[in-house]
């Protein structure tokens, strides 16, 4: 599963292709919010990725709120990575998603930026 936010677009794209290439279902945050979709039972072997753009030096705050009351069901010890689209630097937005995972009990494996135009 990789769980998406795009304000503009860029990140939409990042995780479409993350999704292709992994075999992963991809699913919006924005949407998910929206429809109070908080829960995802993990299958064995199943990858759990978040991708989103970077605002003022981290995560939107809906990727942040989603991230802490996102209830997963899971067994073993799931590959989890995270992907941050920017303009010229991620800052600490890993570090400040890497804050609202230990209520999911699992830890980053993997995190990366792919640097883009700025959109503001």
Partial sequence: ????????????AVAKKLAEALGE???????????GNY???MLQGERLGYVFPVYAWAPPQTVMDFVKNLVLSYCGDPYLFAVCTCGSSAAPAITFLGTALPKTGLTLKRASSVFMH???
């Avoid at 990789?2 to 990140?11: A, E, L, P, V």
């Avoid at 279902?25 to 429809?35: H, N, Q, R």
């Fill in 39 to 41: 829960k995802h039972t």
């Fill in 118 to 120: 700025d959109s503001f």
């Fill in 1 to 12: 599963m990789i769980y998406y936010f795009s304000g503009t677009g860029n990140s939409y």
């Fill in 25 to 35: 279902e991809l699913t919006d945050i924005a949407e998910a919010v929206k429809t």
